[in-house]
């Protein structure tokens, strides 16, 4: 018999592991893309690795961990306390290359193993951290490639740490393969620290309750979710709603690339197909199938309460269908840099456009900028004498709503940082701000304006490699119900006084002086302009 109080009180009990994995992981860090902007996130599991509870942390590694946790779990069938798993192999639950996530068994002393096989884990603990280099082509990892090797180092799932202990070996050798190897160790042992973290409170908490009672709810919570997921689509009219929406370009071409998906809802089930969509593509904005799950995922859980728990149970009644070789579901060995964080944002555009149709008065918004603005900047730091690598995304205008007007300079959709604030940038970095303001009037009109994006100008102290990866500068974000559509966004290099305008994707050497100037794109207006 289950008890809805002690289920909202275990609801809260493992979100709060989560968070405060969080914590630890955020105050450890070393880089200011971790402990600055935020660009992480943290989940428990259940003993079949199915995700139990998320800190609301970042959109884009919902659906994604996941399957993550569940290639871990398939690489190693003698896992023993203490172990670490990591991986980065985006056809391999993972997302790009930058996002190392770490998996870690836990174990409960009272239930001590069989004699004839090893015990297996009463649950799991993981998390994923953007680092801002490893290695590949270009500084900050994040280049227009054509295929993954020239994204970084390719990490399978392998034991980081055997009983506690760290891999010295396997250490040494991610090492070797990066750019700011002080960074990269530092932020994986506060990654191991923050799984640590979370492996203990789990125990303490199996320790008070019993193991029994909170297995218990850990398969009720996934079950609740999954019953408000079915009453979302319940509520909505049967029937197949189509949309698509394009990518500018794949950054090695200039043909737009189109995106569709077809929603079928059916009683309390619903389908997702993205047949029509265009097959992957030779630059890096290629979406592994984790990508397309987790937009989905994301799309779906915006439109439930905010007292629902992030977990597995959202995607039990819904089906995904992703073609093979598409540039939702790549094959390898395709590039993907681009895919996590400009094609999660396209899939999001197209998923949302699709539901607008099914029913009027549904929250639903116009476009928001579609796009996370992807900025590396590297080089060697004179001051401090080493290499640095210098990763951000950078904010926007969100789309309007039916009932309110669209929020300006915010980041959208599938990620969930924060700005690198100006006095950290310039503390670790060779670059000063010049200029960091809304871009008024960038979006668009309607009943409900559509929120600005904002400029952003960044001066190089050093000669230093810049790599764009940002989307919505040549197709804007589309407004809804009559809305007009946001203001796309401009890359602009200013040299000795000079503007030259800049592709939304490239790799370019800039002089020390010269200034990035970064215009992003405002969000689609709601309605017809009173």
Avoid: W
Wanted: proline share 7%.
């Amino acid at each position: 018999m289950t008890d809805p109080v002690r289920l909202e009180i275990f609801k809260h009990l493992f979100a709060a592991i989560a968070e405060e994995m969080g914590v630890v992981l955020r105050k450890a860090s070393y880089s200011p893309n971790i402990k600055e902007r935020r660009d992480f996130s943290c989940a428990l599991f259940d003993g079949q690795g199915r995700m139990v509870a998320q800190a609301a942390h970042i959109p884009v590694h919902l659906g994604s961990m996941p399957l993550s946790v569940q290639a871990a779990v398939q690489a190693f069938d003698d896992l023993q306390a203490g172990d670490v798993i990591a991986l980065n192999d985006p056809f391999r639950g993972g997302t790009h290359l930058p996002d190392i996530t770490l998996v870690t068994p836990v174990f409960i002393a009272e239930t001590p193993p069989p004699t004839s096989k090893p015990a297996r884990p009463f649950g799991y603990v993981a998390c994923r951290a953007h680092h801002a280099d490893v290695g590949g082509m270009s500084p900050g990892s994040m280049p227009v490639a054509r295929e993954i090797y020239q994204e970084g180092l390719i990490i399978p799932p392998v034991r980081l740490a055997r009983a506690g202990e760290m891999d010295k070996g396997l250490m040494d050798m991610i090492l070797a393969n990066v750019r700011t190897l002080h960074e990269r160790r530092g932020d994986l042992y506060a990654q191991t620290a923050a799984n640590q973290r979370g492996a203990e409170r789990l125990s303490e908490m199996v320790g008070r309750y019993g193991p029994g009672e909170v297995s218990h709810y850990m398969a009720e919570l996934l079950a609740y979710t999954e019953r408000m997921t079915r009453r979302l689509l319940s509520s909505l009219p049967n029937g197949q709603y189509r949309f698509t929406d394009y990518l500018d370009d794949d950054g090695i071409g200039s043909q737009a690339i189109p995106i569709t998906a077809a929603i079928t809802i059916q009683g309390e089930e619903a389908l997702v197909d993205f047949s029509g969509s265009a097959p992957q593509q030779k630059g890096s904005i290629n979406a592994v199938y984790a990508i397309t799950l987790s937009a989905v995922y994301y799309v779906f859980r915006c439109l439930l309460g905010l007292d629902v728990p992030n977990n597995a149970g959202c995607l039990a009644p819904i089906r995904v269908v992703a073609p093979e070789g598409s540039v939702v579901n790549a094959l390898p060995p395709a590039a993907v840099a681009g895919g996590n964080v400009e094609t999660s944002q396209r899939i999001v555009d197209v998923l949302l456009g699709a539901l607008a149709q099914a029913q009027a008065g549904l929250p639903i918004p116009a476009a928001s900028q579609g796009t996370m603005n992807n900025l590396t900047i590297g080089g060697y730091d004179l001051q401090h004498e080493r290499p640095y690598a210098y990763y951000e995304t950078i904010a926007g205008g969100t789309g309007a709503l039916p009932f309110a007007a669209g929020a300006s300079g915010l980041h959208s959709h599938m990620t969930n940082t924060l700005n690198t604030p100006i006095e950290a940038l310039e503390y670790a970095y060779p670059l000063r701000v010049i200029r960091y303001e809304i871009r008024r009037g960038s979006g668009g009109e309607g009943k409900f304006r559509g929120g600005d994006g904002i400029r952003r100008d960044i001066q190089v102290l050093v000669d230093s490699q810049v790599t764009l990866l940002s989307e919505r500068r040549r197709i804007a974000p589309y407004g809804l119900a009559g809305g007009k559509p946001g203001q796309p966004g401009e890359n602009t290099l200013i040299h000795q006084g000079e503007e030259t305008p800049l592709p939304g994707k490239g790799s370019f050497e800039l002089q020390a002086g010269d200034i990035l100037s970064l215009r992003t794109p405002g969000g689609g207006g709601y309605g017809q302009p009173e």
